[in-house]
């Protein structure tokens, strides 16, 4: 029987391998490397209309925001830019331009806590009023401002 020594240096190049194969298939950091967002599309498909400026939201076909901590993003051709509508945890609404100011990534919710965080590797912080808290970016999100009247939520872009 013949036995086949492996060098330090040899033992090492490949249990780095392997550990970074593992870092790059766990979901969470392989997400955040390419920038994916846990925020879902509404589920329901006429569940917006955009009108000149103006976005209107059903809040009936919108599953996704109807408790506290929802939240949805709102993307389309008609948009200019996609947006991120929140139920935040105090009740209220936000509506943001959905791109971080730092890279331009998504932004989701923090549950829990109060705050958007940026989607990427560097994420960046930001309250419910688009104030940069930590990170990397330096400029706070775009906001919208919005009404809600029985189940419409109306959206000034």
């Not at 870092?23 to 917006?48: H, K, N």
Request: proline share 3%; with cysteine; aromatic share 6%.
């Amino acid at each position: 029987m013949t036995t086949k020594t492996v060098s330090r240096r040899s033992f090492l190049k490949l249990t780095g391998l392997v550990g970074g194969a593992f870092l790059l298939t766990s979901c969470e950091f392989s997400d955040r490397l390419m920038g994916v967002s846990d925020t879902p599309l509404p589920q329901i498909a006429d569940a917006w209309k955009l009108t000149g400026s103006t976005l209107t939201l059903d809040l009936a076909k919108l599953p996704e925001i109807a408790d506290l901590g929802g939240a949805v993003r709102i993307e389309g051709d008609a948009l200019a830019d996609p947006l991120l509508v929140i139920q935040g945890e105090d009740g209220n609404y936000y509506a943001f331009k959905n791109a971080c100011t730092h890279a331009g990534r998504k932004i989701d919710m923090v549950a829990g806590t109060m705050t958007l965080e940026c989607c990427s590797v560097s994420s960046s912080t930001f309250d419910y009023e688009g104030n940069v808290l930590s990170g990397p970016a330096k400029e706070g999100l775009t906001s919208y401002a919005l009404t809600v009247d029985g189940e419409m939520l109306t959206i000034e872009l």
